[in-house]
T-cell receptor, first 111, second 114 residues
């Protein structure tokens, strides 16, 4: 089976802009979770989608949003980008509630 | 609030040695504890996981030890190899709750010297 894919892999944006990141889960997986990874804060949970519904949400401002499509593909959007949003954004997929498999991530740089 | 504390932040071990990484958690509701391995430029890869009803789990050279009363768990890498040089993260979640939400430790950078 193909693994979790994320596009784009690298992105450079300017402060104030918005960005959309995409994630395709492993075939058959209906749960998609998003995490932010930074050197200072480590790995932090953003939100999780299951069958097109947000099932869990972390402690991030409303500028961070997401959605999931009927084919389980997911997108996350960050509006009004700030310098502190520079991070590796990771997507993970799961068929259940235990094992989660991560994609390679999207490296976002905000200038 | 850091609910999972991981130590050490980094460690250096000689080839063939044992790498030991420790994690402590606060939330007694946590009931699934995975370990992830991450190489530079890659996403975390699931290495091994344990449930609290088991005190030890071994997969190849990797062993998790779990102490429920102390709320601690650890990863042992036996016969460490240069290819094991990576960052390791412990994590915890409540699987009985709806959904997936991993709480991660801060990570341990392991360097295995040849």
């Amino acid at each position: 089976k193909a693994g979790v894919t994320q596009t784009p892999r690298y992105l450079i944006k300017t402060r104030g802009q918005q960005v959309t990141l995409s994630c395709s889960p492993i075939s058959g997986h209906r749960s998609v979770s998003w995490y932010q990874q930074t050197p200072g804060q480590g790995l932090q949970f953003l939100f999780e989608y299951f069958s097109e519904t947000q099932r869990n949400k972390g402690n991030f401002p409303g500028r961070f949003s997401g959605r999931q499509f009927s084919n389980s593909r997911s997108e996350m959007n960050v509006s009004t980008l700030e310098l502190g949003d520079s991070a590796l954004y990771l997507c993970a997929s799961s068929s259940g509630v235990e094992e989660q498999y991560f994609g390679p991530g999207t490296r976002l740089t905000v200038t | 609030q850091q609910q999972v504390k991981q130590s050490p932040q980094s460690l250096i071990v000689q080839k063939g040695g044992i790498s030991i990484i420790n994690c402590a958690y606060e939330n007694t509701a946590f009931d699934y504890f995975p370990w992830y391995q991450q190489f530079p430029g890659k996403g975390p890869a699931l290495l091994i996981a344990i449930r609290p009803d088991v005190s030890e789990k071994k997969e190849g050279r990797f062993t998790i030890s779990f102490n429920k009363s102390a709320k601690q768990f650890s990863l042992h890498i036996m016969d460490s190899q240069p290819g094991d040089s990576a960052t390791y993260f412990c994590a915890a979640t409540v699987i009985k709750a709806a959904g997936n939400k991993l709480t991660f430790g801060g990570g341990t950078r392991v360097l295995v010297k040849p």
